[in-house]
């Protein structure tokens, strides 16, 4: 869905116009655009165009914008805030991530942000003449541009999670009383959209994060209802930490919540680069599908026994002693969908096949292979997998032919065939 682009061109270099106030029609299409944007995919491109289409207006009205800069805290385990810019010159609108941990970095310390995060109120910086404050390295920055005048103003108070917009002109004496008085006006306005598109993308990112991204887009569309799920035949991944019960009795809480972080990141990462979905994460363990056609769960084992390969040896310069990791694969039908008590859902996937997977992991252990997979689906793959005979799963009344890696431990290698 398209933001309804301003009425007349917008012009790179718009010489100066006189200006008493912005246009009432200004909000209301402002408003009408950011609900668009909220409900269309995908939602940062939207919210993109909006700021662009924003600022295009915001200068055909008058106002003298060099640059534009919103920022707002984000809620990831990764991200600590976003920022989105609009530039005039080349009228183009980019987005920085900031990890957790820039709080603490000199960029941080030594920004207006931080004066706003920590509850200080709107400040403003002229940029030229003998009233010049430039005592912030993005001041001066600004000035290399050209910019003449600068301000800062928070747009909501939620004491470290505070946002901001931030404004620079190139006008040949900054901004005027009148360009301030518009710019204030549009602040609370300004706060609710830029409230309401961080709350989508937050709900997004949590949603992602904890269901993983097919259940979140599917919750996000309403699949919601307790109960309701679909068939599917998928390619099962079931792995774990083999010895984890013995590891974490003599391992201090911190140091094994560091263990499983650091392991988790060597399986997830594999199954979801090659196209597979982390379910959940059980204990020690990871529960993972991978839809038909993707074909990515076998070079998700390959780079799985790599990342453990690299584990190892960062923990052993550490003086730590390697980990090892169970994987079993297995091809079957299932539920997925929604399951649980009324106020407490998780979506995942049930069935035989899945308690199958799990029956063939236990069995890594007893056979002392790092990867064991099913007759069904080594059908999937050539002879890069050997045959280590028939044997017993707990609660299957006939054996069940497992299959290891061809080459030994440190093979790790498997070709899915075309």
Request: glycine share 10%.
């Amino acid at each position: 869905m398209a933001i309804a682009p301003a009425p007349r061109p917008f012009t790179a270099r718009p010489e100066e116009t006189p200006f008493e106030r912005l246009d009432p029609g200004f909000v209301p299409w402002f408003i009408g655009a950011a609900l668009e944007a909220s409900a269309a995919l995908p939602l940062k491109g939207q919210a993109d165009e909006l700021m662009r289409e924003a600022c295009h207006r915001l200068c055909d009205a008058g106002l003298p914008l060099l640059r534009v800069s919103i920022g707002v805290r984000a809620l990831h385990p990764q991200v600590y805030g976003r920022q989105t810019m609009w530039q005039r010159g080349c009228d183009c609108v980019s987005n920085v991530e900031r990890q957790h941990g820039i709080e603490d970095s000199p960029a941080y310390l030594l920004s207006p942000v931080r004066h706003i995060r920590e509850g200080g109120g709107g400040m403003r910086r002229r940029l030229e003449g003998p009233d010049a404050q430039i005592d912030f390295p993005v001041l001066e920055e600004l000035k290399a541009l050209g910019a003449t005048d600068y301000l800062i103003l928070p747009l909501r108070r939620d004491g470290g999670r505070s946002s901001y917009v931030s404004l620079a002109t190139d006008r040949p004496g900054g901004f005027t009383a009148a360009h301030i008085l518009a710019i204030e006006g549009l602040v609370p306005i300004l706060a609710l959209i830029t409230e309401l598109l961080s709350a989508r993308r937050m709900t997004r990112d949590l949603l992602n994060v904890d269901l993983g991204h097919e259940a979140a887009e599917r919750v996000l569309e309403g699949d919601i209802r307790r109960g309701t799920g679909e068939v599917i035949r998928a390619v099962l991944w079931n792995c774990d930490l083999k010895g984890f019960t013995a590891l974490s009795d003599v391992t201090p809480p911190s140091e094994l919540i560091t263990l499983l972080d650091e392991y988790f990141d060597a399986m997830a990462r594999p199954v979801e680069a090659r196209g597979g979905e982390v379910l959940k994460f059980i204990g020690d363990g990871i529960l993972a599908i991978f839809r038909p056609g993707t074909d990515g769960e076998a070079g998700a084992a390959k780079l799985a026994l790599a990342n453990m390969t690299a584990l190892n040896d960062a923990r052993r310069a550490r003086g730590l002693a390697p980990l090892a990791t169970k994987i079993a694969l297995h091809v079957g039908e299932m539920v997925y969908g929604n399951v649980g008590a009324t106020d407490r859902l998780d979506f995942t996937v049930i069935g035989p096949a899945v308690n199958t997977v799990a029956r063939v992991q236990s069995r890594c252990g007893d056979l002392d292979e790092p990867v064991l997979a099913t007759e069904r689906f080594a059908a999937l793959v050539p002879e890069r997998l050997v045959s280590r005979g028939l044997h017993s799963l707990r609660g299957l009344a006939t054996q069940t032919e497992l299959f290891a890696l061809n080459g030994g431990h440190n093979e790790g290698e498997l070709q899915v065939r075309s």
